[in-house]
C-alpha cells in the first residue's frame, strides 16, 4: 500500500495548500506493517511531531506536517480509497460477543426461574416430613393440620411468584443488550446498524450497502 500525497491531481490524497509540493510525501507500510512516511524532496519539508524527516514510521496519534502549516490528518489519508477493512474486522469480536451474552442471559434467567418454582415444592416436602414426625405421639393435630395447609397453598404462590419475576428481567436484559448492540454493530464509516445478520455473512458483501457510503469492509 502506498498513498501518494501533494496538491497535483493526480495523487492518492490531495493537499492544497501553498506550501505543499505537487508531489511532497507518501504514506506506506513496512514489512512487518507499520505506517511510515517518506518525504518526496518537497521544497518545504515534512515533519512529524515538530521534527523534519525524510523517513519515518508514524502512527495515526503522531502530528504530520506538510511544509510549515499544513497538517496532514493521516487517518483520513489512509481511508483515501475508502478501505475501512481494519475497522470491519473489529466487527466480528462485537458479533460473537452479542450472541454469547443473549445466550447466556436467557440461560442463565432461566435456570434461575425454574429453581425459584422448584424450591418451594422441595420446602413443603421436607416440612411434611418434620410435621409427620411431630405428629407422632400428640394428640392435638389441629394446628399442625391448619399450618400444613397454609404451607401447601402459600409456599408454590410464593415460589410462582419469585419466578415470575425473575422472568420479567430477561426483556429488559435483552433490552439492554440489543440496545448496545446496536450501537457498536454498524458500519465503521456511516455508522448504519448491521442488523442481526453475522459477521461472516456481511464480510461476504465486501462493502457497505448504504449507496452514499460504499465502504470496503474487505481489503483487496
Known sequence: MIIRIGKAEDNDYIADDI??????????????????????????????????????????????KLGSLYTLNVTDALKFDNDYSDEFALLKSVYDGYIKEKIRVQSSNQFKTRLLQSIPFAVIGVAGLVISFFRKGTSGNNGIIIISIILAICVPIIGIYLGARQSAKIPELLHNLANKFKIDYVCPKCGTFLGEVPWESLINKKQCPVATCRAKWVRK
Do not use: P, W
Open 19 to 64: 506550501y505543499v509540493s505537487r508531489y511532497h510525501a507518501r504514506i506506506g507500510r513496512d514489512d512487518t506493517g507499520n505506517l511510515f512516511i517518506e518525504d518526496l524532496n518537497s521544497s518545504n519539508g515534512t515533519f512529524v511531531n515538530g521534527n523534519r524527516i525524510m523517513k519515518k514510521k508514524i502512527t495515526t496519534s503522531d502530528t504530520v
